[in-house]
C-alpha cells in the first residue's frame, strides 16, 4: 500500500512539474498578446487623445489584471511621482523592477526599450511611427512563441507524466 501511495506521489510530482514547464510557454504568448493589445491602445491614445503619458499609463492598467497591465500602472505611478528623471528614465527603471516576474525574453524588453525611448520626448508622428515598429516586433515574437508553445507544451506534459512512470518502475 505504501508503494502504491509513493508510486503515485512520484507520478503526480512530475506531471506537476511538466503542467509547470509547460505553463511558461502559454504565459509567454499571453503576455505577449496583452502587451500587443495595450500597444496599440497607447497608439490610439496618443494619437487622438490629449491625455498625459502618465494618464494613459494608468488608464490603460485598469483595463485588465496581470503582470503586464502591472507594468504599466508603475510606469504610470513613475511618472507621476519621479519629476525630476526623463521619462525613458522612470520607464526603464520599471520594466528592470517588473521584467523577473515575466515570461516574456530578453527580445521582448529591448523592442520596450527602444519604444520607450521615444515616448514622451518627440512629436506625435514620430511615436507612432515607433509604436507601429514595437507593435510589428512583437507580433513577430508572438508568431515564434506560438510555435514555441505548440512544440514544446505538450512536450513537457508528455515528458512529466512518462519521467514519473520511468522513475517509479526504476525505483521498485
Not at 73 to 86: E, H, Y
Not at 127 to 156: G, N, P, V
Amino acid at each position: 500500500m505504501l508503494k502504491v501511495i509513493g508510486s503515485l506521489l512520484i507520478i503526480f510530482s512530475s506531471v506537476f512539474l511538466g503542467f509547470y514547464l509547460a505553463a511558461n510557454y502559454i504565459q509567454r504568448t499571453k503576455q505577449l498578446r496583452q502587451l500587443s493589445f495595450l500597444l496599440a491602445i497607447l497608439k490610439t491614445e496618443i494619437t487622438y487623445g490629449l491625455r498625459s503619458l502618465t494618464d494613459i499609463f494608468e488608464i490603460l492598467a485598469k483595463k485588465e489584471k496581470g503582470i503586464i497591465y502591472d507594468l504599466f500602472l508603475n510606469c504610470g505611478l513613475s511618472l507621476r511621482k519621479n519629476k525630476g528623471i526623463s521619462t525613458y528614465e522612470c520607464l526603464r527603471q520599471v520594466l528592470d523592477e517588473i521584467w523577473p516576474k515575466t515570461s516574456l525574453k530578453d527580445a521582448e524588453k529591448q523592442i520596450l526599450q527602444n519604444l520607450f525611448k521615444v515616448l514622451g520626448t518627440s512629436d506625435v508622428t514620430n511615436q507612432i511611427y515607433h509604436l507601429d515598429l514595437a507593435i510589428a516586433s512583437l507580433q513577430d515574437e508572438f508568431e515564434k512563441a506560438y510555435l514555441e508553445q505548440k512544440q514544446y507544451e505538450k512536450m513537457y506534459r508528455t515528458l512529466g507524466f512518462l519521467g514519473g512512470l520511468l522513475l517509479v518502475i526504476l525505483i521498485f
